[in-house]
């Protein structure tokens, strides 16, 4: 069983969301405000305190949010991982953290910033989008999206991804995140700087604009009727 699969992440008032409760939340008051994903490099100690860590993408965030981040994170701690001998060891990991922009509701009042969970998994470093499938660019106006799963190798490849689509799906979608998520690379989590298996779930999600041409709705003749 990899590192992943058996270490719990906390914050210094408690243990925080599982992953899955951040989903739901996101998803219950996703009509209030836009989510966003911060990842970080973490290093957590034999005794699964933090020692080290930084944002990757830190320059791209406003201070005050990357400010907020650290905080957090300079905070968090983990059930002490250890070795295969069964000695404490260093886990290097990225932490995955979500939050959600709540929009003021009065032009008086400022945006707020909800802390919707976080988790750990191994740190994308490179990401890849498969081209969309070919029925759904020809259905305007659809939407939809799957939960896939990447089995992350110790070289920091999916090699298995495993994809959860509702009935009713096209297959097409299926291929799509699998492409997707093949084309990923990402840095392996570590024990005692020995990278290890992991995982990492995404949900994928599509839609098309829902853009028809010009006079669609009227007969090709007609219209090169109207046009002279």
Avoid at 27 to 41: F, L, M, P, V
Avoid at 192 to 215: C, I, K, M, Q, W
């Amino acid at each position: 069983m990899s590192a992943l699969l058996c270490t719990h992440l906390f914050l210094a008032a408690g243990a925080v969301q599982a992953q899955d409760d951040a989903d739901a939340t996101a998803q219950i008051s996703a009509a209030n405000g836009q989510r966003y994903e911060i990842w970080a490099d973490v290093l957590f100690g034999p005794d699964g305190r933090n020692l080290a860590f930084h944002l990757p993408n830190e320059a791209e965030l406003p201070q005050a949010f990357a400010d907020l981040v650290k905080r957090q994170l300079q905070s968090a701690r983990i059930q002490a991982v250890k070795d295969s001998d069964g000695s404490p060891a260093t886990f290097r990991t990225g932490v995955r953290l979500n939050y959600q922009l709540l929009p003021a509701a009065q032009p008086d009042e400022v945006d707020q910033v909800k802390f919707l969970g976080l988790s750990m998994a191994p740190l994308p470093i490179k990401r890849y989008m498969a081209s969309y499938p070919r029925e759904l660019r020809r259905t305007p106006g659809w939407e939809g999206g799957v939960q896939a799963t990447c089995h992350v190798s110790p070289e920091g490849l999916c090699h298995k991804v495993d994809v959860h689509m509702l009935p009713g799906m096209p297959e097409s979608v299926r291929r799509f995140a699998k492409a997707s998520f093949e084309g990923w690379v990402l840095e392996a989590q570590r024990v005692n700087n020995r990278p290890v298996e992991g995982e990492v779930s995404v949900r994928f999600a599509l839609h098309t604009r829902d853009v028809y041409p010009t006079n669609f709705r009227i007969p090709a003749f007609e219209r090169a009727i109207r046009n002279r």
